[in-house]
């Protein structure tokens, strides 16, 4: 079993609607919570991270941690066509580096 | 921009041969991560230095090799190369105790033919 499991999609919805990215991970031994974006063929870019179990929100976009169930949530609100990238998941503790594989979002206008 | 560059943006080479890739990290951050990124894969960690020191290993190949030097910029090695390592290899940065956050160059788009 991967430490940080995601569906890589592809995730198709329509300009405006609400999407829902989801990870779950195997080992509880971690700290930070982190959502990056990637445009094809670019370097990932933090959006988000956040420590503790419950929400943070970063404009239209909103981070959501359940330690208890080990799930990980990214929601974007009014979703946009530039929003169409590959999403990926990372939890981060002492000396571990694990990303998911992503999950890729299609907005279409 | 994130302010980690990485050159060369594309390489082609062919199977057997070796070479280098350059990272250098934001003005301030001591800590620089390598990743290979392919198509069924996804980012993998490869290695990560610290001030110049070897702070962890994920997934590097005995043929692949790295350092960072006094000025903190890094160079991954790849040598004898295999039609398999055709990837996108991502150098990130981050400064120390940053919850890890690390900021991603734009990659070097290795082809291996």
């Known amino acids: 079993q991967k430490e940080v499991e995601q569906d890589p999609g592809p995730l198709s919805v329509p300009e405006g609607a609400i999407v829902s990215l989801n990870c779950t991970y195997s080992?509880?031994?971690?700290?930070?919570f982190m959502w990056y974006r990637q445009y094809s063929r670019k370097g990932p870019e933090l959006l988000m991270y956040t420590y503790s179990s419950g929400n943070k929100e970063d404009g239209r976009f909103t981070a959501q941690v359940d330690k208890s169930s080990k799930y990980i949530s990214l929601f974007i609100r009014d979703s946009q066509p530039s929003d169409s990238a590959t999403y990926l998941c990372?939890?981060?503790?002492?000396?571990?580096?694990?990303f998911g594989t992503g999950t890729r979002l299609l907005v279409s206008p | 921009d994130s302010g980690v560059t990485q050159t060369p943006k594309h390489l082609i080479t062919a199977t057997g041969q070796r070479v280098t890739l350059r990272c250098s990290p934001r003005s301030g951050d001591l800590s620089v991560y390598w990743y290979q990124q392919s198509l069924d894969q996804g980012l993998q960690f490869l290695i990560q230095y610290y001030n110049g020191e070897e702070r962890a290993k994920g997934n590097i190949l005995e043929r692949f090799s790295a350092q960072q030097f006094p000025d903190l910029h890094s160079e991954l090695n790849l040598s004898s190369l295999e039609l398999g390592d055709s990837a996108l290899y991502f150098c990130a940065s981050s400064l120390p105790g940053g919850a890890g956050t690390q900021y991603f160059g734009p990659g070097t788009r290795l082809t291996v033919l």
């Open positions: 080992n509880s031994a971690f700290q930070y």
């Open positions: 990372r939890k981060t503790g002492f000396q571990k580096l694990v």
